[in-house]
């Protein structure tokens, strides 16, 4: 599995909005600026999100963009094959690959299996919710001290 760099801001653009699950829309703007992305890379992204069904955006002065469901819904797994495609570490894994003549003899294929099983068993548990918990466990609380 290789995550690009548009995988990447990807599943920091739904973490964003999983923290801000709830509230208005957020500006295009404004996760550009939280999340460092360039806004025209941000917009590509944005639209991809959104024909995935994992975004959606509101117009008007109020408008921006939110999750298109609950972050208990929407799994790393799920963005990062919409936007990255496969987690298989090569393709002899998938089931419906005939490419390969010693398919069958092939002792390494056992190996990618495992990987790409332990991969899924990981990114496919973990949803935008559980992250933003963990996140938010994270947030220094402030004191105040006299």
């Not at 090569?90 to 419906?96: E, F, G, P, S």
């Not at 056992?110 to 919710?129: C, G, H, P």
Request: proline share 4%; hydrophobic share 40%.
């Amino acid at each position: 599995m290789r995550i690009t760099y548009k995988g990447d801001y990807a599943l920091k653009t739904i973490l964003d909005l999983a923290l801000h699950y709830g509230d208005s829309p957020v500006t295009i703007s404004d996760l550009a600026e939280r999340l460092d992305i360039p806004i025209k890379f941000l917009e590509q992204i944005l639209l991809d999100l959104k024909r995935g069904g994992f975004v959606e955006s509101r117009r008007g002065k109020v408008g921006g963009y939110l999750l298109a469901k609950q972050p208990s819904r929407i799994k790393v797994g799920d963005v990062i094959r919409f936007i990255d495609g496969p987690i298989e570490p090569i393709a002899c894994v998938d089931k419906k690959y005939h490419g390969c003549n010693d398919i069958y003899k092939c002792i390494f294929r056992n190996i990618w299996e495992e990987v790409s099983k332990s991969t899924a068993k990981v990114i496919d548990n973990i949803t935008f919710e559980d992250l933003a918990k963990k996140l938010s466990h994270l947030k220094p609380t402030l004191v105040y001290q006299i």
